[in-house]
């Protein structure tokens, strides 16, 4: 079956250091991947997406690229800021429909003054 | 304009007991997913709707239900409660199924007892 697996947290950074969250997925043929923020007491926020191999998605400084030799979408962020503290999921969709997402069990991250 | 709306926020209930969470989609959105995300955890897909039809189901018990009314909105019922069903409810609305983004409501948060 699929499958998302992220790298447990807590990620402690300090301001302006840099980030990596690992992601790696199991699924048979081309599931569209996900990256999800959750912000204490808050709904999950979509960040960014790819929907095909080699595809980057970026949003507000995130970064991810699918690869699918690797089976990866590792979230970076070059420069992380105190409000970017939050739990993040990495999230797979099947076929041509979103609205069954997959999510590992998220990471959360603490980024401190 | 008003992004997806769930109620109750809180909701605290003794094994056995019946419960009802509703969910309000965006302005436009016709198809609405159900998601548990139990403490520590990812969220995990309960059902999607479109259009009132039932368009998946993922793997939960019979216990579970939910249906969408006319006007989009959408009802989750779980039927004899378990401690285990202790969690937070997550309802997420598209403009239409297939490879639209889903956007997050807050969560209903589940207490059996």
């Known amino acids: 079956g699929n499958s998302v697996t992220q790298m447990e947290g807590p990620v402690t950074l300090s301001e302006e250091a840099f980030l990596t969250i690992n992601c790696t997925y199991t699924a048979t043929g081309y599931p569209s991947l996900f990256w999800y923020v959750q912000y204490p007491g808050e709904g999950l926020q979509l960040l960014l997406k790819a929907t095909k191999a080699d595809d980057k998605g970026s949003n507000k400084g995130f970064e991810a690229t699918y690869r699918k030799e690797t089976t990866s979408f590792h979230l970076e962020k070059g420069s992380v800021q105190v409000s970017d503290s939050a739990v993040y999921f990495c999230?797979?969709?099947?076929?041509?429909?979103?609205?069954?997402?997959?999510f590992g069990a998220g990471t959360q991250v603490v980024v401190t003054p | 304009d008003a992004g997806v709306t769930q109620s109750p926020t809180h909701l605290i209930k003794t094994r056995g007991q019946h419960v009802t969470l509703r969910c309000s989609p965006i302005s436009g959105h016709k198809s609405v997913s159900w998601y548990q995300q139990v403490l520590g955890q990812g969220p995990q897909f309960i059902f999607q709707?479109?259009?009132?039809?039932?368009?998946g189901r993922g793997n939960f018990p019979d216990r579970f239900s939910a249906r969408q009314f006319p006007n989009y909105s959408s009802e989750l019922n779980v039927n004899a409660l378990l401690l285990g069903d202790s969690a937070l409810y997550l309802c997420?609305?598209?403009?239409?199924?297939?490879?639209?983004?889903?956007?997050f409501g807050p969560g209903t948060r589940l207490t059996v007892t």
């Open positions: 709707y479109y259009e009132k039809e039932e368009r």
């Open positions: 997420a609305s598209s403009l239409r199924e297939g490879r639209y983004e889903q956007y």
């Open positions: 999230a797979l969709s099947r076929g041509d429909s979103w609205g069954k997402l997959q």
